[in-house]
């Protein structure tokens, strides 16, 4: 159910992933903090409110945290599925590129 949410989130932003503009991981954190900062309306809300407590300071570095067992499990198993999605998406974008696609075009002065 929480894994589902979280999923659906996660494929909107696709191209965040593709792009480099964040990771799995970050796109979790920015999930949690939306569910957090919400009035918790339907199960998964109430859950994530009573299992995760998320951590960031000033430059953007995170933290989070499970508050029982079943938190830390909830936790690792949101961040574990994070980076397997990003390395799927990924892996995706890699199939059809070729070694010269990643050649830096130099100007000239």
Known sequence: MILNEFS???QSRNDDI???SSTGT????????IVINKNPKNHVDKIVHREIMLAEN???????????DSGRILVKALYNYALSY????????????????FNKKRKEP
Do not use: A, R, V
């Open 26 to 33: 970050g796109i979790l954190c920015d999930w949690i903090k």
């Open 58 to 68: 000033k430059s953007g570095d995170f933290l989070i945290i499970g508050k029982s």
């Open 8 to 10: 659906k989130y996660l």
């Open 86 to 101: 990003e390395h799927y998406i990924m892996s995706k974008w890699l199939e059809n590129k070729k070694p010269h696609d």
């Open 18 to 20: 593709t792009s480099g």
